[in-house]
């Protein structure tokens, strides 16, 4: 019987067991955070709603989502992982459940108000869910890994951005909006149980891990939670340089994201004049390239670490993909044939996401034992770029100003790309750290 378990963890080792629980996650709340940009459709006649408005709603649920990722990491840091991802998908199924019911209850500027607090409460209660995985992940896995499961994450993410548009659209079809998001946010509740069953912090903790995964996944001198992280440790990881640098460059590569995650559906419609359920399976494929960017892109920086070293190892892949990703966004809206639009869309999403495991294995790297706090800074920053980018989305797309939207994100994304000629993930790599570092961590071949 005993020889039995021990194949059968060969076979799915626990640390892979935990990465699914993340993977599926991350796709929760993509499914979650998407779905209103597709149910915008009839909410905007049904609730008497405007562009703009759906704009504000968007905007609410990144203020929740954009500020509580630094609290969120430095409350998964202090009180561990596992109950962490317990209260927060549980305040994110509460907001998606009230956001379904409040036009039973409410009406007008009030029902206005309610969309916007629930929105709120869905960015709060998704805000750690990164930076909280990151320190699993370093955790969990050998940092020859850390980029490769960050992008494979990052895939996960996509995947669920990408069932979202026609899996919405669909039940919308079939029984409205509200029915649609009933539908895709239940499910959760059972997912969440089977996480606070079945996670753990760190594998030591794991009932299930064998002496054979711990050899295999390398001692840790990171606590898996440092209820002693203090105001003195956070000041000197927002001093230093590289996370600095990391917090500007995932701000501005996130104005590109938004704009290809959250408004590709409405400009399929509105620009492109596609139907409302042939814009729904269009949109999935700019989300399905990005996953293909973003799993590849874990694969490809973990491989070019363990050529170059950790420092170009990491750059190279921002370097080339941003300005390129760029570039593709101007192809898309200039495009004079639709279906040619979304192809160099979709690339442009691919490139962009092709980034994903460098910013994270840098996170990791550089924070290593407060990656939940780096991870929460840095994507502090990303949820800042679509903070500042939606209401300039929102404002010149409702103006038919597309092209314009387009121009800004090209932009960013050559900022974004020229800040990781400063980041130096060689050096000042372990900040304030827990306890003492190993000699070296150099991702090893």
């Not at 917090?247 to 492109?272: D, E, K, P």
């Amino acid at each position: 019987m005993k020889d039995n378990r021990i194949r059968k963890q060969q076979f799915l080792p626990i640390r892979w067991r935990i990465f699914g629980f993340l993977f599926i996650f991350g796709l929760i709340a993509y499914l979650q955070q998407k779905s209103l940009t597709v149910t915008a459709e009839q909410m905007m006649p049904q609730l008497h709603l405007s562009q703009l408005q759906i704009a504000f709603l968007e905007q609410s649920f990144l203020l929740g989502y954009g500020f509580f990722q630094l609290p969120g990491g430095i409350f998964g840091q202090r009180y561990g992982a596992r109950r962490t991802l317990v209260v927060i998908g549980l305040i994110a199924f509460a907001a998606m459940i009230s956001t379904a019911i409040a036009p039973y209850w409410a009406s007008g500027q009030s029902l206005f108000i309610a969309l916007l607090a629930a929105q709120l409460a869905l960015g709060i209660g998704q805000a750690a869910i990164f930076p909280v995985s990151a320190g699993l992940f370093e955790t969990w896995f050998p940092p020859r890994h850390w980029a490769m499961v960050q992008g494979l994450q990052s895939m996960g993410l996509q995947v669920g951005a990408a069932m979202t548009p026609p899996l919405v659209a669909s039940l919308m079809g079939a029984a409205g909006w509200q029915y649609a998001l009933l539908v895709t946010t239940l499910p959760a509740i059972a997912f969440i149980a089977a996480w606070a069953w079945y996670g753990r912090n760190s594998p030591a903790e794991h009932p299930s891990v064998s002496p054979e995964e711990l050899d295999e996944i390398g001692a840790r001198d990171e606590a898996p939670v440092d209820a002693g992280f203090d105001g003195k440790k956070l000041l000197a990881l927002l001093k230093n340089r590289n996370v600095l640098l990391l917090f500007v460059s995932y701000l501005c590569m996130n104005y590109a994201f938004y704009l290809l995650a959250n408004w590709v559906f409405l400009y399929l419609i509105q620009v492109r004049h596609f139907s409302l359920l042939e814009s729904g399976w269009l949109a999935t494929v700019p989300p399905l390239a990005a996953a293909a960017g973003a799993g590849a892109g874990g694969f490809l920086a973990s491989a070019l670490c363990r050529r170059f070293g950790l420092r170009w190892g990491y750059r190279l892949v921002p370097l080339v993909a941003l300005p390129a990703g760029g570039v593709l966004l101007l192809i898309g809206v200039g495009a004079s044939n639709a279906y040619a639009a979304v192809i160099a869309l979709a690339l442009s999403y691919a490139f962009v996401e092709l980034t994903e495991g460098s910013y994270w294995g840098t996170a990791m790297t550089v924070g290593r034992g407060n990656t939940m706090t780096v991870g929460g800074i840095m994507n502090t920053g990303g949820n800042l770029g679509g903070i500042i980018g939606i209401p300039i989305v929102g404002y010149l797309s409702g103006h038919q100003m597309w092209r314009a939207a387009f121009l800004i994100g090209t932009g960013l994304a050559v900022i974004s790309a020229l800040a990781w000629l400063g980041i130096n993930t060689e050096e000042d790599n372990r900040i304030m750290a827990p306890s003492p570092a190993p000699e070296s961590i150099r991702i090893a071949a």
